[in-house]
């Protein structure tokens, strides 16, 4: 498994990690090719509640394998993706670039709407990335900021780990923390929706992976790149227990930059 250096030490290198691991076949398999809760079915319902038109550039940052792309282009919007992971960006159609949140490679007002799932919980400086994907908006333009949200003081030990951060966890924040992040960068919040059903399925579908995995290995027919599966199914069970509670769940925010 890919060892995480701690952001508050080296933030380069940790969000370098985290591309890499959202790289890896393994992680792939258990995520899905949309790699989040609510996967492409969530993106379409979030781009029609931003009101995206035909012919508006939308920027999709941390994109992964571009699989919002299609979402975008049905309704005849132009897309664009931004990812720091090499192998993802390869696997991409369309137009992409290599690039950090906190440094996008865009002139100010450049986009129609951005868009940025299930990733920027796992950005070292948040407050510069939100700045960042404010100023390559236009005026009038959307910012479409979906993530984990965390609904309680603190999450249990076990989870409070660097890999943790990796994964959405440890940082995540609630609805109105990263409606903070996106009003102190000078956009006005729109719209915040929860989605606790899209966290409790994608949660079930790993599980059910794991399960299989662990059946195959025992009998060695799958090496799942060293993933300790018993470890990754107990705290699995943990993150669930959380998404029961209401501790842990997934949402959306959508803002406009003023005109």
């Known amino acids: 498994m890919i060892e995480i250096p701690d952001p508050r030490q080296d933030a380069l290198g940790y969000k370098a990690c985290c591309a890499a691991l959202y790289e890896s076949e393994a992680i792939r398999f258990l995520l899905g090719d949309a790699m989040r809760p609510g ?21 999709d940052v941390a ?48 986009f129609d709407a951005v868009m940025v799932q299930c990733a920027f919980c796992t950005f070292p400086d948040k407050s510069a ?9 236009k005026p009038g333009g959307r910012l479409l900021l979906a993530d984990v949200t965390l609904n309680c003081d603190c999450i249990p030990p076990e989870l409070d780990s660097v890999f943790a951060l990796a994964a959405c ?35 079930r579908d790993i599980d059910r992976k794991l399960f299989m995995v662990r059946i195959a290995q025992a009998v060695k027919a799958v ?15 943990l993150g669930m227990q959380m998404v029961e509670r209401g501790d842990l769940s ?10």
């Open 39 to 59: 996967g492409i079915a969530l993106t379409r319902q979030m781009l029609v509640a931003a009101g995206i038109n035909a012919g508006e550039r939308v920027l």
């Open 250 to 259: 997934y949402g959306y925010v959508i803002a406009e930059k003023p005109a």
């Open 223 to 237: 090496d799942l790149d060293g993933v300790d599966i018993v470890e990754a199914r107990r705290l699995l069970k």
């Open 129 to 137: 990335a939100a700045a960042e994907l404010a100023r390559v908006l």
């Open 63 to 110: 994109c992964g394998a571009a699989d919002s792309r299609s979402a975008v282009e049905t309704l005849g919007a132009l897309y664009c993706g931004v990812d720091l992971g090499v192998s993802n960006l390869a696997r991409a159609v369309g137009s992409r670039l290599a690039a950090e949140a906190e440094r996008l490679p865009f002139r100010d007002g450049s």
């Open 169 to 203: 966890l440890a940082d995540a924040r609630p609805m109105l923390g990263y409606a903070s992040f996106v009003e102190a960068a000078g956009l006005r919040v729109q719209m915040m929706q929860d989605c606790p059903d899209a966290a409790t399925r994608f949660l």
